[in-house]
C-alpha cells in the first residue's frame, strides 16, 4: 500500500503547520532516506533506535535494512502515524511507543545504533544524550544533528514554512529564550529548541566516552556507494554563518 492514503488519513487530524511537514517529508521516496542513512553506517545492524522520529521517514528507511527499529516520540499522534506507515510499507520489524528523550523505556545498551534527526536541541539536550548514550550498547553508532546560529537568522529574516499555526519569527524568539534558560539551569519551554554550539554537543559526547567522533555539514558524512555525494536537506551555511550540522560517533 502506497503513502498517499496514510497522509490523507491523518491530515484532517493535523494543525496546518504539521499537515504539510507530513506531506513534505513523504514527498521524497522512502530510498531517499534509506540511501543516506546507509551512507551514515546504518545498514545491516541488529536494534536500532529513532530517537524522535517525527512522522516516521527515517524510521521507514531503517527497517527497510536493519533488523528491529523501534521509534519514539513525545507525539502520540505521530507515533501513530508511523505505526500507519509500517502497516502500509509492510515493515513488520519497524515499532514505535511515545516516549521523552530523557526517560526511555528500553534497558541498558539495548540498541546497536541510535539515530536522532533535528530533534536533540528540542528538549534538554544533555540529559536526553545521556540516556541516548545509556540506551548504545558499547560498539553502538550514534547519529546527532543540529541547528547552527545561521539557522536561525534564516528563520528570522526568510519565514521558511510560516503557517496559520507556526510563526518562525516567534520560534526563534523561544529559542533564544530557551538556550539563555538552559544555560543557567532554568526550566525551558520544550518543542522550542535551545541553540547548542557544535563545541559543546563534541565536547559532551567526548565526555560520555565516545569516539571517532565526526562532524560535518548536513548530510556531509553520509558516504554513497559509489563515490559520489548527496544533496544535502538544509545548507550547512548561511552566509557566515553555520546552520544544520551532524554527527557521527561511536561508543567506546
Not at 543516506?36 to 527515517?58: E, H, K, T
Not at 546497536?112 to 533535528?118: A, E, L, N, P, T
Not at 539536550?125 to 560498539?139: C, I, N
Not at 534564516?154 to 544555560?183: C, G, I, K, S
Amino acid at each position: 500500500m502506497p503513502i498517499g492514503p496514510v497522509i490523507e488519513r491523518f491530515r484532517p487530524k493535523l494543525g496546518e503547520n504539521d499537515a504539510a511537514f507530513l506531506a513534505r517529508v513523504y514527498s521524497r521516496p522512502i530510498e531517499d532516506y534509506a540511501a543516506r542513512l546507509a551512507g551514515w553506517g546504518f545498514s545491516d545492524l541488529g536494534r536500532v533506535l529513532d530517537a524522535g522520529c517525527g512522522f516516521g521517514q527515517w524510521s521507514a528507511g531503517l527497517a527497510q535494512q536493519n533488523q528491529a527499529v523501534e521509534s519514539v516520540d513525545v507525539s502520540e499522534e505521530r507515533v501513530e502515524v508511523v505505526r500507519a506507515v509500517a502497516e502500509a510499507l509492510e515493515l513488520p520489524g519497524l515499532s514505535a511507543c511515545p516516549s521523552r528523550l530523557d526517560t526511555l523505556p528500553f534497558p541498558d545498551a539495548h540498541f546497536d545504533g541510535v539515530f536522532c534527526y533535528g530533534v536533540l536541541f528540542l528538549t534538554g539536550w544533555r540529559e536526553a544524550l545521556a540516556e541516548l548514550t545509556r540506551v548504545l550498547a558499547p560498539g553502538g553508532l550514534l547519529y546527532l544533528n543540529a541547528n547552527g546560529f545561521g539557522w536561525y537568522r534564516h528563520m528570522w529574516y526568510d519565514q521558511p514554512n510560516r503557517a496559520l499555526d507556526y510563526e518562525p519569527r516567534e520560534h526563534v524568539a523561544r529559542v533564544f529564550d530557551n538556550t539563555w534558560r538552559y544555560e543557567r539551569g532554568l526550566p525551558i519551554e520544550e518543542g522550542f529548541g535551545i541553540l547548542i554550539e557544535p563545541e559543546e554537543l563534541e565536547a559532551e559526547l567526548d565526555g560520555l566516552d565516545y569516539g571517532a567522533i565526526e562532524r560535518g555539514a548536513e548530510s556531509e558524512l553520509s558516504r554513497p556507494a559509489d563515490g559520489s555525494s548527496f544533496e544535502p536537506f538544509f545548507p550547512g551555511r548561511y552566509g557566515e554563518e553555520l546552520g544544520v550540522y551532524e554527527l557521527l560517533a561511536r561508543k567506546r
